[in-house]
């Protein structure tokens, strides 16, 4: 994912997949583990902003991937310190992501550069559908009627912004993308987490939704993770025919992508109560932690080796 500082766009990612499995493992019952991943990503969020604050504003107005993903990291660390228990925290967060989301809907309007035709596009839906999940899990644990209703204005725009990426987004960047093209599986994925949170928050006596609009909500909430699995089986196959064997920052959209997957099912199983689903959940949130301990190896490794191939060429030149 460009944006205006590699740094910032690998911590912003990095913060964003970390918080994603943080909320994930919380709810699975893995607190302590939860906590320690919460943190991991709250180092790599304020790294992600004091990597943004030396580059200049203009930097942001021609370039907003970065900034858009640090818009859903930021929605993402404050899911995880509202399952904490933190809400203040939290919501902090959820204004300080709503602000950065407002300003670059602003600024999309008026014809942001960001990169077209690649996984990218899905940002804009991927950041709305962050702020869906922190409003539906702080509406839930502050009983705000007026936040979920908000999330849910937000989910349905966050589908609407996924539908104008699919008609931008093309194919062939599933055989040339670096990673960037799994974030087509993560708009569906984070989509299916709102839409699960969302219907956990109509729980405990606080009353949200009537029975047709629930329907409605676990309808959509179940096909999004179907739709999301069935991306994900699409976008491996890919990756099975056309390996990509050099380390990229966008390598994390897919680790966020398995992450996100795991925390939306556990969330619907949770939702409507479907133990067998929670059990897959389960399952799929170790791979997520497997993958996330893979990619982290790898980006080591990778810039290991650049360290050291410069070092070679540095002394080369003299």
Do not use: K
């Not at 950041?127 to 936040?147: C, D, I, M, N, P």
């Not at 087509?184 to 939704?209: I, P």
């Not at 479907?274 to 990619?295: E, K, Y």
Request: aromatic letters at 8%; hydrophobic letters at 60%.
């Amino acid at each position: 994912m460009p944006g205006p500082s590699p740094s910032a766009t690998l911590w912003a990612i990095h913060a964003l997949t970390t918080g994603t499995l943080s909320v994930g493992l919380d709810s699975a019952g893995y607190e302590v583990l939860s906590r320690i991943v919460l943190a991991l990503a709250c180092a790599s969020w304020l790294a992600a902003v004091a990597r943004a604050v030396l580059r200049p504003p203009r930097a942001w107005r021609e370039e907003a991937a970065a900034a858009l993903t640090f818009t859903a990291a930021t929605a993402m660390v404050g899911t995880g310190f509202c399952a904490a228990g933190w809400p203040r925290s939290a919501a902090a967060l959820l204004a300080l992501a709503a602000l950065l989301w407002t300003g670059l809907l602003w600024v999309g309007l008026l014809g942001v550069r960001t990169p077209d035709r690649q996984g990218s596009v899905f940002l804009r839906c991927v950041a709305t559908q962050g702020l869906a999940v922190l409003g539906a899990a702080l509406a839930a644990a502050e009983r705000a009627a007026w936040l979920a209703h908000t999330a849910l204005v937000l989910f349905w725009l966050g589908l609407v912004l996924y539908v104008v990426a699919l008609f931008r987004f093309r194919p062939r960047q599933m055989t040339e993308d670096a990673g960037d093209h799994w974030l087509a599986a993560g708009g569906l994925g984070v989509s299916a987490l709102a839409g699960a949170l969302l219907l956990g928050a109509d729980s405990g006596g606080f009353y949200l939704w009537n029975d047709d609009n629930r329907a409605v909500l676990t309808r959509v909430a179940v096909a999004l993770l179907v739709l999301t699995l069935v991306c994900c089986v699409v976008l491996l196959t890919a990756e099975l025919m056309w390996p990509r064997h050099r380390y990229d920052v966008s390598r994390w959209a897919t680790v966020f992508v398995v992450a996100v997957t795991a925390a939306a099912a556990l969330a619907i199983a949770a939702a409507l109560d479907v133990p067998w689903l929670d059990g897959a959940g389960r399952a799929l949130l170790w791979v997520a932690v497997a993958v996330w301990l893979g990619c982290a190896a790898w980006a080591l490794a990778s810039a290991r080796a650049g360290a050291g191939s410069g070092r070679v060429r540095s002394r080369a030149r003299r």
